[in-house]
């Protein structure tokens, strides 16, 4: 399978890094504006700066750039896109109705954990995609970086992204504070910081390890002990309506999404 990559930011180099570290059957091309960003991939994949070769013979397209600029770039790669050629962009916002140009066409919504191999991915296909052709093509390119889950109703991507893509940020703050609170309470900030990171990852771990289904509140009851020091805690937070400022936080993120969708 041919893959070509356009943009070389944080998403495209992981991508890139992912599919060349998978070791698999693709055949990657890299394309950006300005060298810098080509040479870690020197000798590993095909680079080139002029986007319509890069294209012409692709069977996968990544748009890994900015929102503002991927619905001109698809009608400027048009006409050299072959005609079964799926291009999937990566731009927050940017709808499938505004992907003009090319029949084939999909988005993909990765998150901050494509850099560790660890994104879950939402895929969402455009009316002229073929499924039993697309899909196992963009779910093999995507899984280079993580976990895939297809969403079927575009409009439910302004939610996936503030909880999917925004998300991990909501939750960097929960463990910023958690440092904070923890240096107040006499932790030399490094150690803070690293007992932070822990309450993190094992939330996270057993979260996983749990399978897909698992409710969160049934992990948390598995250390709340009655009348305990987690009880305690989370009783304050309680208080504090922690979990009302989660929900506006979700709220807010989706309806930017919205706003960021309209043209």
């Given at each position: 399978?041919?893959?070509?990559?356009?943009?070389?930011?944080?998403?495209?180099q992981?991508?890139?890094?992912?599919?060349?570290?998978?070791?698999?059957?693709?055949?990657?091309?890299i394309?950006?504006?300005?060298?810098?960003?080509?040479?870690?991939?020197?000798?590993?994949?095909?680079?080139?700066?002029?986007?319509?070769?890069?294209?012409?013979?692709?069977?996968?397209?990544?748009?890994?750039?900015?929102p503002?600029?991927?619905?001109?770039?698809?009608?400027?790669?048009?006409?050299?896109?072959?005609?079964?050629?799926?291009?999937?962009?990566?731009?927050?916002?940017?709808?499938?109705?505004?992907?003009?140009?090319?029949?084939?066409?999909?988005?993909?919504?990765?998150?901050?954990?494509?850099?560790?191999?660890?994104?879950?991915?939402?895929?969402?296909f455009?009316?002229?995609?073929?499924?039993?052709?697309?899909?196992?093509?963009?779910?093999?390119?995507?899984?280079?970086?993580?976990s895939?889950?297809?969403?079927?109703?575009?409009?439910?991507?302004?939610?996936?992204?503030?909880?999917?893509?925004?998300?991990?940020?909501?939750?960097?703050?929960?463990?910023?504070?958690?440092?904070?609170?923890?240096?107040?309470?006499?932790?030399?900030?490094?150690?803070?910081?690293?007992?932070?990171?822990?309450?993190?990852?094992?939330?996270?771990?057993?979260?996983?390890?749990?399978?897909?289904?698992?409710?969160?509140?049934?992990?948390?009851?598995?250390?709340?002990?009655?009348?305990?020091?987690?009880?305690?805690?989370?009783?304050?937070?309680?208080?504090?309506?922690?979990?009302?400022?989660?929900?506006?936080?979700?709220?807010?993120?989706?309806?930017?999404?919205?706003?960021?969708?309209?043209?």
């Amino acid at each position: 399978m041919k893959v070509t990559i356009i943009g070389v930011g944080g998403l495209g180099q992981a991508l890139a890094s992912g599919l060349l570290e998978a070791g698999t059957d693709i055949d990657l091309t890299i394309c950006a504006r300005r060298p810098g960003g080509l040479e870690p991939f020197a000798g590993r994949a095909r680079l080139l700066f002029d986007t319509r070769d890069a294209v012409d013979d692709a069977d996968v397209v990544v748009l890994a750039v900015k929102p503002k600029g991927t619905p001109e770039l698809l009608q400027h790669l048009a006409s050299a896109l072959p005609s079964d050629a799926v291009v999937v962009s990566c731009a927050a916002g940017v709808s499938l109705a505004r992907l003009e140009g090319h029949e084939v066409v999909a988005r993909a919504m990765p998150n901050i954990g494509a850099q560790a191999r660890a994104s879950t991915t939402a895929l969402c296909f455009g009316p002229g995609c073929l499924l039993s052709r697309d899909r196992p093509r963009l779910t093999q390119v995507f899984a280079a970086v993580g976990s895939v889950r297809e969403v079927g109703d575009e409009s439910q991507l302004h939610v996936v992204t503030a909880v999917g893509a925004s998300g991990p940020a909501f939750v960097l703050l929960a463990c910023e504070a958690l440092a904070d609170a923890a240096v107040e309470q006499g932790l030399s900030r490094n150690e803070a910081l690293a007992w932070s990171r822990a309450a993190v990852v094992a939330a996270a771990a057993r979260l996983g390890n749990d399978g897909d289904n698992i409710e969160p509140q049934v992990i948390r009851s598995l250390v709340t002990s009655p009348a305990g020091t987690t009880a305690a805690g989370l009783a304050a937070l309680e208080t504090h309506t922690v979990r009302a400022a989660f929900a506006d936080a979700v709220r807010a993120a989706t309806r930017r999404s919205r706003e960021l969708a309209v043209p």
